[in-house]
């Protein structure tokens, strides 16, 4: 929880068995969009050997319980290790500070075991992947009525056009376009 949040988020990942995650933690799959990696919850809250996801708890420490393997699908763009390994080239694991959004930052170093992580091809310009999935953190909003540039976002990370209505994010700074 590096901005104080109340919100912590972890990777996940085994091969080898599924988990039941517990009351009060959602576990998400990703898919690369652009700069963006939108978060699709995990419905029955188990997670299938094999898939790689993002973890978020109200609280810091929690346990998941191992289960029997149930079949489950991967449309999803983390990728996971059992071991510890070389981080593989063009390699992003969740980081986030007081100071930088929670998303997956490029990263170097070796990769624990039992961690998710994106490998991605393309020329990321921002340097990260944005995947917040929830409003949690507007501080203030700023009513527009004027047109918004092209490198406008919603709250979910997503590259969103003028025509879209609600809260966005251009430059750093929230607006309720209406």
Same mark, same amino acid.
């Given at each position: 929880?590096?901005?104080?949040?109340?919100?912590?988020? %972890?990777?996940?990942?085994?091969?080898?068995?599924?988990?039941?995650?517990?009351?009060?933690?959602? %576990?998400?799959?990703?898919?690369?969009?652009?700069?963006?990696?939108?978060?699709?919850?995990?419905?029955?809250?188990?997670?299938?050997?094999?898939? %790689?996801?993002?973890?978020?708890?109200?609280?810091?420490?929690?346990?998941?319980? %191992?289960?029997?393997?149930?079949?489950?699908?991967?449309?999803?763009?983390?990728?996971?290790?059992?071991?510890?390994?070389?981080?593989?080239?063009?390699?992003?694991?969740?980081?986030?500070?007081?100071?930088?959004?929670?998303?997956?930052?490029?990263?170097?170093?070796?990769?624990?075991?039992?961690?998710?992580?994106?490998?991605?091809?393309?020329?990321?310009?921002?340097?990260?992947?944005?995947?917040?999935?929830?409003?949690?953190?507007?501080?203030?909003?700023?009513?527009?009525?004027?047109?918004?540039?092209?490198?406008?976002?919603?709250?979910?990370?997503?590259?969103?056009?003028?025509?879209?209505?609600?809260?966005?994010?251009?430059?750093?700074?929230?607006?309720?376009?209406?």
């Amino acid at each position: 929880d590096p901005k104080g949040t109340g919100t912590y988020y %972890a990777t996940f990942y085994t091969s080898k068995w599924s988990y039941k995650v517990p009351e009060g933690v959602t %576990a998400y799959t990703g898919t690369i969009d652009g700069d963006n990696l939108p978060l699709q919850e995990i419905e029955n809250g188990v997670i299938p050997a094999g898939v %790689a996801v993002v973890l978020k708890s109200g609280t810091a420490y929690y346990s998941l319980t %191992a289960i029997d393997n149930v079949d489950g699908t991967n449309d999803n763009d983390l990728l996971g290790t059992d071991t510890d390994i070389d981080a593989p080239e063009n390699c992003f694991v969740l980081s986030g500070s007081a100071t930088k959004n929670m998303g997956f930052y490029p990263w170097t170093k070796s990769l624990a075991a039992n961690k998710a992580y994106l490998v991605s091809g393309s020329q990321n310009t921002k340097g990260f992947f944005a995947f917040e999935e929830s409003t949690d953190g507007i501080e203030e909003t700023h009513n527009s009525k004027f047109t918004m540039p092209n490198s406008q976002y919603n709250l979910y990370g997503v590259h969103v056009n003028n025509s879209y209505k609600g809260i966005v994010i251009v430059n750093g700074k929230k607006y309720n376009k209406k």
